[in-house]
């Protein structure tokens, strides 16, 4: 029986992530192609470009060219946790327009693709490090979407 490695099936590309400025924004780490495409609803093979200006991202793809706010992106694993100063961007942001339903469809959809029950678990922890940016009801579906994965992967060991 072969078992499913999930480094090997990974694909190494190309990024499609280009900074144009000198000054890095601070929410900038958290640009990721795979949140472009759920952002948009598309393929991330029909994003053609994401570049990473001073103050906003611009996203060109197929039959899209946007300008998004780097507050719109939700932090993610494998860089520097949120500071104080994401958080100020993210209150300010979603004052104009809340994004917390966007994070909500990015977060559950991390959850079903975690590899492993730990990777779920720093998932749900970076969770809980931003959970004050989220309503009781979003929290609320969000616990219950890692909690349904979590049981998910204890009857696929069994």
Not at 41 to 61: D, M, Q
Not at 66 to 92: C, E, G, M, Q
Request: proline share 5%; glycine share 0%; aromatic share 14%.
């Amino acid at each position: 029986m072969q078992t499913f490695n999930p480094i090997s099936s990974r694909k190494i590309i190309e990024s499609k992530i280009v900074h144009k400025s000198p000054i890095l924004h601070p929410l900038a780490r958290f640009v990721t192609e795979e949140a472009v495409a759920l952002l948009f609803n598309i393929s991330i093979e029909k994003i053609y470009k994401i570049t990473c200006l001073r103050y906003v991202v611009h996203v060109h793809g197929l039959k899209i060219s946007r300008f998004v706010s780097y507050a719109d992106f939700p932090p993610i694993l494998n860089v520097t946790f949120p500071k104080p100063i994401d958080f100020y961007y993210w209150h300010k942001r979603w004052k104009k327009k809340p994004a917390q339903h966007f994070w909500q469809k990015f977060y559950i959809h991390q959850f079903e693709k975690a590899f492993s029950a730990a990777e779920l678990l720093d998932w749900t922890n970076l969770v809980t490090k931003v959970k004050s940016l989220f309503t009781n009801s979003v929290l609320e579906t969000l616990r219950e979407a890692a909690a349904k994965q979590q049981n998910f992967r204890k009857l696929s060991l069994v």
